[in-house]
């Protein structure tokens, strides 16, 4: 996690290379543990390369389906482990087919920015 230097008012935020590094590790295990994980990627900030001190990581997964709520769904994923703080994202295969259909500001974004680790 970012720390605070004790002698100093420097904070030490952890770069792109080292969360996306991370971040892939991390998903290598939980893939393990959401064998309905169709696609996973990473977008804002840490995607478009402006992250700072303070920045989260946007994080979006596709799953083949989920009986949980949309609200629910991340729940289920360790995303503590990761070396910043992260908000992900859980849509199930007909929901992102949806947001494609629509084409929306959100799936434009998506679009634009998103990386993904498959």
Do not use: N, Q
Request: glycine fraction near 8%.
């Amino acid at each position: 996690m970012p720390a605070k230097s004790l002698r100093s008012s420097v904070f030490k935020w952890p770069d792109r290379a080292t969360v996306v590094g991370a971040l892939r590790a991390w998903l290598a295990a939980e893939r393990h543990r959401h064998p309905g994980l169709l696609r996973f990627g990473y977008f804002g900030s840490y995607a478009r390369g402006d992250w700072g001190v303070g920045s989260d990581l946007d994080l979006v997964a596709i799953v083949a389906d989920s009986a949980e709520p949309f609200e629910r769904r991340a729940a289920g994923w360790h995303t503590e482990e990761l070396p910043v703080p992260a908000e992900l994202l859980v849509y199930t295969r007909a929901e992102w087919a949806k947001l494609e259909e629509e084409g929306g500001r959100f799936l434009r974004t998506m679009e634009a920015e998103a990386v993904w680790v498959d």
